[in-house]
């Protein structure tokens, strides 16, 4: 992506939570004169807002957006993990006089689902939250659901990874959820258009689901039996499960996709992360909605809006990247294709039906 917004700054971490409540305040609401407690919240999963993840990206996301335009913004984070929790906290947020609620993650989808019904005069931004995890509910007006165009991202990690000399890759999926499998078919795709371009012969992929996201022992034991049979580069998709990865990597001199968002700062094996620009997803999705007296347009209401390249929203954080071939030319004329529609690039999602390669070989693994 050409450009991604700053990592939270270090005085976010020392923000403390407020017992009653729950929430925190950000700098974006000093000096603020919209006489609210919170304009903007953004509620948490169960981690705090200097995860390195959704979390935190998302947090820069509203602190962003709220001091660009004069506003308060809070986070509220629940105390457990659970739907009831969740929605806790987006009461108090209400309270607190919130005009728009965002979230992260497709946990929220039950508890997005009651709170749009209940507060039909609050704007919800659910971020990777799709229609089909709101269950028998659909969205409100009040709701606008993003998802993202995982399959570009994951495209352009594979063909980075190929052109940069990697020949015997992998790639661990968390659960064969569509968004997993739109990265990992992704990231065939573009192994396979690069390996094509600079005629290499001997391009390899394991390939395999773990079944949970969790990080495991039995993950760590297969992820060591690919690096220590020749996998030189692992994308590992599925949140926890890429502490297994990066452990079996550190063991065996392996090297790390990272995935959702820039991985490198938390670990050393990282060489590129296939990114969703989560602060620039929240940027987009409430500016429409405050220009509009806080409701979202047909742009966003009431339905899921996916989110790629053209938006400037998924892509490789080339500044943190540790290629040695590949460069920041290459991939600004790549990710051009991919905007102005020259390369299209297959979104598929069923986990039976694979990519047709030619140049590559890739094992599937039960």
Request: net charge negative; hydrophobic share 40%; glycine share 10%.
């Amino acid at each position: 992506m050409k450009k991604f917004l700053a990592m939270v700054m270090a005085a976010a971490m020392a923000f403390s939570l407020v017992a009653c409540g729950g929430a925190a305040s950000s700098a974006a609401s000093q000096g603020s004169a919209s006489g609210s407690k919170t304009d903007v919240a953004f509620v948490t999963d169960v981690g705090n807002i200097d995860d390195q993840s959704f979390n935190q990206y998302t947090w820069q996301g509203v602190k962003d957006f709220c001091a660009a335009n004069n506003l308060n913004a809070n986070y509220y984070r629940p105390t457990e993990d659970s739907d009831s929790a969740r929605l806790e906290q987006m009461d108090n947020a209400v309270n607190d006089g919130a005009k728009a609620i965002v979230v992260a993650g497709y946990l929220f989808g039950s508890s997005i689902a009651e709170a749009q019904a209940k507060y039909p005069d609050v704007e919800f931004l659910a971020l990777d939250v799709s229609a089909f995890d709101l269950g028998d509910s659909t969205a409100a007006a009040n709701t606008a659901l993003i998802t993202y165009r995982e399959e570009q991202a994951g495209y352009l990690a594979g063909y980075a990874a190929v052109y940069d000399g990697y020949k015997k890759l992998g790639f661990l999926g968390g659960m064969a959820v569509p968004a997993v499998i739109r990265y990992g078919y992704g990231f065939v795709q573009g192994a396979e258009a690069a390996a094509k371009e600079i005629g290499a012969t001997d391009v390899s992929i394991n390939y395999w689901y773990s079944g949970d996201f969790k990080a495991t022992d039995e993950v760590k034991t297969k992820m060591d039996s690919w690096y220590s049979a020749g996998t030189e580069v692992v994308f590992a998709c599925g949140g926890p499960v890429c502490t297994s990865c990066d452990a079996a990597a550190k063991a065996n001199g392996g090297k790390m996709i990272g995935v959702d968002v820039d991985q490198s700062g938390q670990f050393d094996t990282v060489v590129t992360s296939a990114m969703k620009a989560l602060a620039n997803s929240v940027n987009l999705a409430l500016t429409d909605s405050m220009n509009n007296g806080w409701k979202f347009t047909e742009t966003y209401a009431g339905k899921e809006t996916t989110l790629g390249a053209a938006e400037d929203c998924v892509g490789l954080p080339m500044e943190t990247s540790k290629f040695s071939k590949f460069t920041k030319e290459q991939y600004d004329t790549l990710y051009k294709s991919i905007v102005d529609g020259s390369l299209v690039i297959d979104a598929s999602f069923d986990a039976d039906v694979h990519p047709e390669v030619s140049a590559i070989t890739v094992d599937y693994q039960g």
